[in-house]
């Protein structure tokens, strides 16, 4: 068996099941109360994490009874965007963990108290601010620095072997500090504007990761990194299929959590 794999197991089920595919997408499998870690990068897309990401993967990691803790680093946002015009607002300044408390309903920590020994599992929903905040992507592209407690949080449930969970743009954190893994931002090509976001996957084997092709559905697993990303919002697409998407490398996460 190839070291890592594409999964698509929503075709599978559909032609399995049928009209029961619903009731099996809906569920969860894997150890009961596994310690999960979600990290985020402000509250809003253009400036911090993707809400509905964050939500879906709450959503998710709660349907499968994940014991779930919240994190962000206490740093400066990029900037501050006005997301009804989509431009950067001059002079205002926001602090990542607060606006990440807006998403965690206060419940949240400091990323540098995150250590993998006291988890299962890490997973990083999108938006720009994982571009942005956790990185410098969007200004540097291939030449992008990782802020350190997000470079040593990675390292460290890596290191452990234990399931890191990325969607959206989040996989180019894993592409830039775990050399050569496999990982998806969904296609590598525009399609007449479904995926606005596709020069992403070839920044990402620039940076020496090896990118697959995958439907916003559906999730590639690198085995031998035990990395698992979903594409989400690099998908020009109805919200279910983002939740949905979503709810199969939560799955994953989960199921391989030991």
């Known amino acids: 068996m190839l070291a ?9 089920a559909r032609r399995l099941l049928g009209s029961s595919y619903i009731a099996v997408r ?24 993707e809400i509905h990401e964050a939500s879906a993967v709450l959503v998710h990691l709660s ?3 994940a014991k779930v803790s919240m994190y962000a680093p206490d740093i400066p946002q990029m900037h501050v965007i006005n997301h009804c015009k989509g ?7 926001r602090n990542v963990l607060t606006e990440s408390a807006r998403i965690a309903r206060g419940n949240i920590e400091e990323l540098s108290k995150l250590k993998a020994n006291d988890f299962d599992a890490v997973i990083f929903p999108g938006g720009f601010g994982a571009a942005k905040n956790l990185c410098n992507f969007a200004v540097e ?19 452990a072997k ?6 959206c743009i989040a ?15 969904g296609h590598d090509q525009e399609e007449d504007g479904k995926w606005p976001y596709a020069g992403t996957a070839g920044a990402l084997q620039e940076l020496g990761a090896k990118h697959v092709n995958t439907s916003v559905t559906d999730i590639h697993v690198d085995d031998k990194n035990n990395v698992i990303t979903t594409a989400a919002y690099m998908c020009a ?15 994953s996460v989960l199921h391989r959590v030991k």
């Open 162 to 167: 234990k399931p890191i969970g990325l969607c």
């Open 4 to 12: 890592s794999h594409f999964v698509s197991r929503s075709t599978l």
């Open 26 to 49: 809906s569920c969860h499998h894997g150890k009961k109360g596994s310690k999960v870690a979600v990290v985020l990068s402000g509250s809003g897309v253009y400036d911090g994490s």
């Open 237 to 251: 697409t109805e919200l279910h299929n983002i939740f949905d998407g979503i709810g199969q490398m939560v799955s």
């Open 171 to 185: 996989p180019v954190l894993a592409a830039k500090v775990i050399k050569g893994c496999e990982l998806t931002v």
């Open 63 to 65: 349907r499968g009874s």
């Open 87 to 93: 431009e950067p607002v001059d002079g205002e300044t």
């Open 141 to 159: 592209g291939t030449k992008l620095s990782v802020n350190p407690d997000v470079e040593r949080v990675l390292k460290e449930f890596h290191s």
